[in-house]
């Protein structure tokens, strides 16, 4: 189920988790007046929060027609590749990595740039965090043995 464009698993994340029919659809819901069965008794401040799932739920203005999909990162509202890449490629800062895509330079030094620039490289302080997690988990092991 979505409210607000976002699903209800990031926006309700315990009442999720505890909601035995995690893909009930819209419709099963709204047939079942809501009673949906939980694994636990819901504590007052959840059970209020599922009130206001339902609320805005029922509250929802439903026109009866088919389902249209759409990507919602292409202008067209249509899936390409070129989208997703726009999207994965945005910096912190909203910018692009164009000034690495365009720089003459071999294509695997662009690569390794970007991924440097994404922090998923091991630099030498990500190393050094690395290393001392393994000796300490070494030396944990060592002692134990």
Not at 10 to 34: A, M, Q, R, T
Not at 46 to 61: D, K, P, R, Y
Request: glycine share 4%.
């Amino acid at each position: 189920m979505w409210l607000k464009s976002r699903p209800l698993c990031v926006l309700h994340p315990v009442l999720y988790e505890w909601c035995e029919d995690k893909f009930i659809s819209v419709f099963s819901v709204l047939y079942k007046n809501g009673h949906l069965n939980f694994s636990r008794w819901l504590p007052p401040n959840l059970f209020e929060a599922w009130m206001e799932v339902l609320g805005e739920t029922f509250s929802f203005h439903f026109v009866n027609k088919n389902d249209t999909v759409s990507w919602k990162w292409c202008s067209k509202k249509v899936f390409t590749t070129k989208s997703v890449y726009g999207h994965l490629t945005l910096g912190p800062r909203g910018g692009h990595f164009t000034h690495i895509w365009k720089a003459k330079i071999p294509y695997k030094i662009k690569i390794f740039t970007w991924l440097v620039e994404q922090g998923v490289v091991l630099t030498k302080d990500n190393m050094v965090k690395r290393k001392a997690m393994t000796l300490h988990v070494f030396f944990v092991i060592k002692w134990k043995l």
